[in-house]
């Protein structure tokens, strides 16, 4: 690995991580303190319908992602991958550090949901931008039989992220009172971002542009295609990247986002340590990730990817069982099993969807793949448990819920005839 390599995977690890620390703060803290401070008459009459409300702002911003997808890919084509990636990094930074200063529904009334709604947009926005340009940079400076691995560094960003946005919680939590955070203390991890993004920012600016990633602009400039190409000619694997990624993204974002409201809430458990609990989580979340990434270049993407579905489809049931306990050791390791099936089955997902569009049309497809994936897994995971929860009194029922999902990702991948090794043509043009 060349000096050069290492900037490459350094950058888009930090990028990325740095990007998801900022959109998850937001998920953690709509299911902690968004409802009471900026949803306040709704809560007054009724907290468990403004707790779904301020969960459902967390999707709201997944339904923008496909559109920073599109624009990311067409300038990204113009202006190189590294000026969007550092674009990218900089509106989500802004508009999390926005959010931390801006006041609540009793100061500036209905303003105050609506401008917190907007700043979402925007990192729904920048995300939808970031992960596509991030995956293809690593596994097309790959070599052929570590792309997996290679492609497993901006994926192990979510982890990190959520690791970095969970822990700043709980210093939070742990050196407040519950009225000190719900005033101030919530928004110190929104704040400390504009750190985060300086580093990003320099790490991402220092990345020389090599040779193959000067090839890369120059086939993105002359051969890009437009959307219409891609869906007349990938369509079909459009729909299965999109599919392959649902029960990841949902049962992920009930990690990030879900399970911190329902451990403290419904089973009133300590929050310092269901916040522990969840780095836990992340921690084996970001090791199982890159031994996914890693596993698929020795026994291909698809079966890594069956295995890792296959762990999260018998678990669900268990996991809510073991949370049912209120032992928050156990919570913990019903967590940290159902990391490892969602490592599994993220891992390769840079590799394989990189793998299965030709350069003409891999950016778009990977890029678009992916975001209409987290509009239709993710985006309102939080929301629909919830809704569950108080519909049937039963948490068994999310379990349910991502079995189904469990089941059409499984089906999707499964209809995929594994590209591991394919020929990405950085060096020949492919049409569609």
């Known amino acids: 690995m060349t000096p050069d390599d290492r900037k490459v995977l350094a950058s888009t690890l930090a990028g990325t991580t740095i990007e998801w620390y900022d959109f998850f703060i937001y998920a953690q803290a709509a299911g902690l303190v968004f409802g009471p401070l900026f949803l306040a008459p709704v809560n007054e009459r009724a907290p468990g319908l403004a707790t779904l409300i301020s969960l459902a702002t967390i999707g709201i911003s997944f339904l923008f992602r496909p559109l920073g997808a599109i624009i990311a890919g067409r300038y990204g084509d113009r202006l190189g991958r590294k000026r969007m990636l550092v674009l990218t990094l900089l509106l989500m930074g802004v508009a999390t550090m926005l959010i931390g200063l801006l006041p609540p529904y009793e100061t500036i009334g209905v303003a105050a949901p609506i401008a917190l709604i907007l700043l979402r947009v925007i990192q729904g ?16 400076h790959a070599p052929r039989d570590r792309r997996g691995l290679w492609g497993s560094f901006p994926q192990i960003g979510v982890p990190i992220g959520l690791i970095l946005a969970t822990g700043v919680l709980w210093i939070m939590s742990a050196v407040t009172t519950p009225e000190q955070f719900l005033a ?5 991890p929104f704040l400390l971002s504009l750190t985060l993004i300086i580093v990003g920012y320099l790490v991402r600016r220092a990345v020389e542009e090599s040779p193959v990633f000067k090839e890369l602009q120059q086939r993105t400039k002359t051969s890009a295609a437009p959307l219409r190409d891609l869906f007349r000619g990938h369509t079909r694997n459009v729909v299965l990247t999109a599919l392959i990624f649902v029960a990841n993204n949902a049962a992920g974002y009930l990690l990030i986002a879900y399970f911190i409201s329902y451990g403290t809430t419904a089973l009133g458990l300590p929050r310092p340590s269901v916040l522990l609990a969840t780095v836990a989580g ?3 979340w970001l090791v199982f990730t890159m031994y996914g990434g890693a596993l698929s270049d020795r026994i ?31 919570f913990a390791v019903a967590i940290i099993v159902l990391a490892g099936g969602l490592g599994l089955s993220y891992g390769p997902m840079s590799a394989l969807y990189a793998e299965l569009f030709p350069v003409a049309v891999r950016y778009s497809g990977a890029a678009i793949g992916y975001a209409l994936g987290a509009i239709l897994g993710g985006a309102f995971a ?18 349910v819920y991502i079995m189904v999902l469990c089941v059409i990702s499984l089906a999707a991948v499964t209809m995929v005839k594994d590209p591991k090794g394919a020929d990405l043509g950085l060096t020949q043009q492919t049409t569609t």
Do not use: H, K
């Open 125 to 140: 926005f920048s995300a939808g931008g970031e992960w596509g340009g991030a995956a293809l940079l690593a596994v097309e």
């Open 184 to 188: 101030w203390g919530w928004r110190v």
């Open 282 to 284: 992340s921690v084996a």
């Open 300 to 330: 291909g993407r698809v079966r890594t990817f069956q295995i890792g579905y296959a762990i999260v489809f018998v678990w669900m049931i268990p996991l809510f069982l073991l949370m049912g306990t209120r032992d928050i050791w156990l």
């Open 382 to 399: 939080p929301t629909i448990a919830e809704a569950l929860v108080q519909g049937t009194g039963s948490a068994l029922s999310i379990g």
